[in-house]
């Protein structure tokens, strides 16, 4: 089955503590990127990439990094979380052009105290 | 910049009620549109899709037509279903500049269907 995946689903944690966030999918696309998603504010880029080792920021990348080492794997990292970067946040990808569907994994709910 | 303009919601509507979620964009250039759909507990699903002018996306009875001329893209269904209710996010997405297609959306509307 075709699909995003997206690990933990959910996690609390502590502010300062690294963390990060799983993503991967078997679709062999290209683009990959990481949303954000606030009440009111719908959601927002924080990472993207269109290939492997070609990474590039959205347009709220503050606080996280990524990496793109293989072309499956779009791990989000949190160095030093603050409670400001409580939010749900979903991975996407996409093969093709900017008209192909984007493809969403499950979310992963994160509470940062 | 690209932006996207939702109608402010709630909206709760009466099973078999007709359904209208506004839809504006801001767009540099010449932008693909989407409605996705999230329901409770889950990610986002592509419900339709038009990728120029005058195009219509169609699924599962909902309908939207690309028109430039008033940079819209509204959201309609004739007949609404309690399993319709979800969170309904108008987005575009434009290769223009240095956006590389990323997805721009709007606010979500939430989507309350009684029976």
């Known amino acids: 089955e075709a699909q995003v995946t997206q690990n933990p689903r959910y996690l609390i944690t502590v502010t300062g503590k690294k963390l990060t966030v799983t993503c991967s999918q078997n679709?062999?696309?290209?683009?990959m990127s990481w949303y954000r998603q606030d009440p009111g504010l719908g959601l927002r880029q924080i990472y993207y990439?269109?290939?492997?080792?070609?990474?590039d920021k959205g347009d709220v990348p503050e606080g996280y990094k990524v990496s793109r080492k293989e072309k499956r794997n779009f791990p989000l990292i949190l160095e030093s979380p603050s409670p400001n970067q409580t939010s749900l946040y979903f991975c996407?990808?996409?093969?093709?052009?900017?008209?192909?569907?984007?493809?969403f994994g499950p979310g992963t709910r994160l509470l940062v105290l | 910049g690209n932006s996207v303009t939702q109608m402010e919601g709630p909206v709760t509507l009466s099973e078999e009620a007709f359904l209208t979620i506004n839809c504006t964009y801001t767009?540099?250039?010449?932008?693909?549109l989407f409605w996705y759909v999230q329901y409770p507990g889950e990610g986002l699903q592509l419900l339709l899709k038009?990728?120029?002018?005058?195009d219509k996306g169609s699924n599962k009875g909902f309908e939207a037509t690309y028109r430039k001329e008033t940079t819209s893209f509204h959201l309609e269904k004739g007949s609404v279903q309690v399993s319709d209710s979800a969170v309904y996010f108008c987005?575009?997405?434009?290769?223009?500049?240095?956006?590389?297609?990323?997805?721009?959306f709007g606010q979500g509307t939430i989507l309350t269907v009684h029976p």
């Open positions: 996407a990808s996409r093969s093709g052009g900017q008209g192909e569907t984007q493809y």
């Open positions: 679709m062999n696309h290209e683009y």
């Open positions: 990439s269109m290939n492997v080792e070609v990474t």
């Open positions: 767009a540099t250039g010449y932008p693909s």
């Open positions: 038009a990728t120029k002018a005058d």
């Open positions: 987005a575009l997405s434009d290769q223009g500049g240095t956006s590389y297609g990323k997805l721009t």
